[in-house]
């Protein structure tokens, strides 16, 4: 619990301890005492009527009070506590078993830690290579020093110890008189062992009257500014900060101490109350909210050509093969769990069961989807040998991560649920899932009534795809609502200056990042929503309209109407296909499953994403009576059971690019890994060998992959060296195309089939 605690709230230079807390805090000491990493903070110690605990002999400095009037622990237990420390201070009082409070009293205390405070004071300097080669901190903490060094060179204080991580970043305060004042503003930071999955603390330290007035009002703005949780903070801090001196110099310069200093609003703050980004985070224009959305569904079609977004969602991700990342979502007991067993054919199953919050922590293993083969277009189906395994309908198994988070429940953006933790479980994936109960038998809650009609307590599946989605986008809209007052402030500075107009741009954009995409991701759907740069005018429908358009292309969903093998599924899937379309998929996870579980006992024999299932002889009665009941209901009237469907259409949606690799155009056969060959070269390609298999090997990339992009990312698999000298690909007419290292992948079929020479060996 203690190290949780540090971990997340701390690290801490001291602890205090009251009564029974004291044995918690003496615990910490003797942690500290152990060189725990959680612990090298510590400096000192505070305890009040403490009990001993018993501990090793420590080294930290304390302070202990006791009372000979305390009847619950006993000046004597107290005196013992204190032989615990080698350098302990004593103070009786005559308040019995409480906390000392008379001014006396208070006034050793703050002697006390003046004196810690001196005896470490002034810190010694540190630098961004001493950060480096401290083991105890994070790969995170560390690029971030790293950044702030290149950002802040002449600003920048890193203190010793370096664990944990203590810096500086002085502020200026332009037009003041004195400039020992812009010297001595900074705001110092330090970073928890969890950060940035912990917030950082924060505070100012400054000798500058007219800052210590404001110090509530900029340290607001500062705090407003954070980034999520998972994303480095200090930057955007530091800079809301300088921006906040600098829209009040003017009251800063003369020392205004007037209804600001005494914490009145301003003109601005007056004319803002009850505007609609101030309101409680539950309040929300309903109305504008399916405006908005209607007018995104409008703007951007599901059917619209996604690729020309699909740079800016992959920023930083491209040279290398695409790990694509399925969430599935969903209210409880809608199927999420079945589904995920389904789609990985884990031997390890995530937990199933009929009633809400079967999931907890989220569940994330290797799946499967159908992906397109060329050996289809090129009529060499039956040579073909596709390393993962082939799928129905001349299409290839392809490896993909499936995500299965916590139930959704309404409200979930609220906390209600597993709440915000699981809707930050989502950021890293490139689809969603929404898996739907079809059937209609289960609530909002997840609760399942059974089949009996008019309970009044079932849900409509087709409205449950609206509020789910809805859910995801309150949780958006609410995060950049919170930060509005810092977007509006960098609007009223740009209008002062031409040089500073994209500075309110900027920082909304910003506010997109932590959901894994990129300002001009966020810059592009601004511009799609035909919004102009007057942020200041911005009604709750422009967020709106800015947020719904963000979730289509960010989080593009496909519906799973699972459990279709009910009989009240038929008329609801008939429903929500009819609005839909392509976008919702029958799917019958628990059939699926089965078969997996069924194939694996040797009973039946199956082909993933088709409808045939051959019974083994052996077959029991029960297996092939289940069997032709699965017939019935589900692969006959659907084609199949879905589930590889489902996954397949949620990364079809993103229109990755698929590329096999050759050695020539005339066997097709497969490039070998560099790894496993052991020496030879031959054209660029490491060991190339006879006898490899045909269009074995196939690499998923993201959409307006370059041939020097498709270049980097064999190289990346250890499938290519050297450097790039002529690329090839092969048409389905048998026409062979020469491409630049510049050009765009787009090939006649959805997958390219290319040949590329490399000119030297790498040692």
């Not at 600003?155 to 004042?181: C, H, M, N, W």
């Not at 539950?282 to 399916?290: I, N, Y």
């Not at 994403?609 to 017939?631: D, R, Y």
């Not at 229109?655 to 020496?679: H, I, K, M, R």
Request: net charge negative; aromatic share 6%; glycine share 8%.
């Amino acid at each position: 619990v203690l190290e949780e605690a540090v971990a997340h709230l701390g690290p801490f230079d001291g602890v205090l301890g009251f009564s029974e807390g004291g044995l918690a805090a003496q615990l910490a000491c003797d942690l500290a005492e152990e060189d725990a990493p959680s612990f090298a903070s510590l400096r000192f110690c505070i305890l009040v009527a403490s009990p001993p605990l018993g501990m090793r002999p420590s080294r930290i400095r304390s302070l202990h009070f006791a009372s000979s009037k305390d009847t619950v622990v006993s000046i004597e237990d107290s005196k013992r506590c204190a032989s615990q420390f080698s350098d302990a201070d004593w103070v009786e009082h005559e308040g019995g078993h409480g906390v000392p409070h008379r001014s006396e009293d208070v006034r050793l205390l703050a002697t006390f830690l003046e004196k810690c405070r001196d005896d470490w004071l002034p810190l010694q300097q540190a630098s961004a290579e001493d950060i480096e080669q401290e083991t105890r901190i994070n790969q995170e903490q560390k690029d971030e020093v790293e950044t702030l060094s290149a950002m802040f060179a002449e600003e920048l204080t890193i203190f010793q110890p370096t664990y944990p991580v203590r810096l500086a970043i002085k502020l200026d305060v332009p037009g003041s008189d004195a400039a020992s004042v812009a010297e001595a503003a900074a705001l110092r930071f330090v970073f928890p062992p969890l950060y940035p999955q912990a917030p950082c603390v924060c505070d100012l330290d400054t000798e500058s009257l007219a800052l210590q007035v404001h110090r509530r009002e900029l340290m607001e703005a500062v705090e407003a500014a954070r980034e999520p949780l998972g994303f480095p903070s200090v930057t955007a801090m530091v800079q809301e900060a300088q921006q906040w001196i600098e829209e009040h110099q003017g009251q800063l310069k003369a020392g205004e101490a007037g209804d600001s200093a005494q914490g009145g609003p301003s003109e601005d703050e007056d004319a803002d109350e009850g505007a609609w980004w101030l309101v409680e985070e539950a309040e929300v224009d309903e109305k504008l909210l399916l405006a908005a959305e209607k007018k995104a569904s409008e703007l951007l079609p599901d059917k619209a050509e996604k690729s020309a977004w699909a740079r800016q969602c992959g920023a930083g991700s491209y040279g290398k093969p695409w790990t694509f990342t399925v969430g599935l979502v969903g209210k409880p007991s809608a199927g999420k769990s079945t589904l995920f067993n389904a789609g990985t054919r884990s031997e390890k199953e995530a937990a199933m069961a009929p009633h809400p919050f079967t999931t907890i922590d989220p569940n994330v293993e290797p799946g499967w989807f159908a992906a397109p083969c060329p050996s289809v277009a090129l009529k060499c189906q039956d040579e073909c040998e596709p390393e993962h395994g082939r799928a129905d309908h001349g299409r290839r198994r392809f490896p993909l991560l499936v995500k299965d988070v916590a139930g959704l429940v309404p409200g979930a953006y609220l906390g209600r649920g597993r709440g915000n933790a699981f809707l930050n479980d989502l950021v890293d994936a490139d689809s969603l899932v929404h898996v739907v109960d079809a059937s209609g038998r289960s609530d909002a809650e997840g609760v399942d009534h059974g089949a009996s009609k008019g309970s009044g307590k079932a849900s409509d599946p087709l409205e449950e795809i609206g509020w789910v989605r809805r859910e995801i986008h309150m949780w958006i809209f609410s995060n950049v609502r919170a930060k509005w007052d810092t977007v509006r402030r960098k609007a009223k500075l740009a209008r002062q200056s031409v040089s500073l107009q994209t500075l309110a741009a900027e920082r909304l954009f910003a506010l997109f990042t932590g959901y894994h995409a990129s300002q001009q991701l966020a810059a592009q759907v601004y511009e799609a929503t035909g919004h102009r740069l007057d942020i200041l005018n911005w009604g709750e429908f422009d967020l709106h309209l800015l947020v719904a358009c963000f979730l289509r292309v960010r989080f593009p969903i496909v519906v799973a109407l699972n459990k279709a093998d009910t009989s009240e599924a038929t008329e609801h899937i008939a429903r929500v296909q009819a609005v839909l379309e392509n976008a919702a998929v029958p799917v019958s996870a628990r059939s699926e499953l089965w078969l997996l579980q069924q194939q694996r006992k040797g009973h039946l024999s199956y082909l993933e994403g088709g409808n045939s299932v051959t019974l083994a002889e052996t077959a029991p009665v029960e297996v092939k009576e289940q069997v032709e009941m699965l017939k019935q209901r589900v692969l006959e009237p659907y084609g199949n059971t879905g589930v590889m469907e489902v996954l397949s259409r949620a990364v079809l949606q993103r229109s990755p690019v698929f590329c096999c690799p050759v050695l020539d155009f005339s066997s097709l056969e497969s490039l070998p890994s560099v790894a496993s060959t052991s020496g030879g070269y031959a054209g660029g390609y490491a060991g190339a060998t006879k006898g490899k298999s045909k269009l074995a090997t196939m690499l998923m990339l993201r959409p307006l992959s370059t041939v020097e992009e498709v270049h980097a990312a064999l190289k990346n698999e250890q499938l290519l060296r050297g450097d790039l000298v002529r690329a090839e690909m092969l048409r389905p007419s048998g026409q062979v195309l020469t491409l630049r290292r510049d050009d765009v992948l787009k090939p006649e079929g959805a997958t390219a089939v290319m040949r590329i020479l490399t000119n030297k060996k790498a040692k």
